[in-house]
């Protein structure tokens, strides 16, 4: 889970109840996206942080270009993670958010998003610790084959 959110009960899970992201005083509620629109969505996220990285991708062996690439990163990552938030929930008033809307609303509300659309990272971890431990026997690699 991302720091600064909790995890939703089944019961919320079971019945799709939306997000409640906070921004300013007031709560929004934003629906959970189905499999297909989150598929799409979790692509887009990829797609935004990648045109990030990619602007410094050359080894930084300068100090001055490190310092520009970390200084990109601060000044742009915020804004792509509004993106994304809006993106995700297409009704929400961007300009309310970020009238009313703090830097560390902003960061709980992205983390809140991501920790909805990127739920299989438990289950990967499982599927990693039962295929290294397949991995040391080989009985079991060939069942899971």
Known sequence: ??????????????????????????????PILGFRKAKEWRANAVDRVREIVNVHRTECDNNDVFTHGLAFFFLQFPDKMLDLICLYGPAL?????????????????????VAIAFPFTKELGMISTVMGIAQNFPQLAKSTN
């Open 1 to 30: 889970m991302y720091p600064g959110t909790t995890e939703r009960t089944e019961d919320q899970i079971i019945a799709k109840d939306p997000l409640k992201l906070r921004f300013g005083t007031r709560d929004h509620d934003v």
């Open 93 to 113: 008033d961007r300009n309310v958010i970020e009238d009313e809307g703090t830097d560390e609303q902003v960061a709980r509300a992205f983390g809140q998003v």
